[in-house]
């Protein structure tokens, strides 16, 4: 799938720079910090599911700890 992706020119600049350091092109750059994105979203996700989970689970003993 194609995506134009806009970016003003400091956001370029930096970008250019980066994957000229990485060995990379700016498209490669650019996908590896959306995977890095989806992949940190959806670890904040599961942590978060987890924790309500737990909530729901020891909610009485949670409770109790806290009187």
Avoid: P, W
Wanted: charged share 35%; net charge positive.
């Amino acid at each position: 799938m194609a995506m134009t992706l806009r970016l003003s020119e400091k956001e370029q600049r930096a970008l250019k720079k980066r994957a000229e350091r990485d060995g990379v092109s700016m498209q490669d750059a650019a996908r590896r910090a959306i995977r890095e994105y989806l992949d940190n979203s959806e670890h904040t996700t599961r942590v978060i599911d987890a924790a309500k989970q737990i909530m729901k689970v020891h909610a009485e003993a949670i409770e109790q700890l806290g009187d």
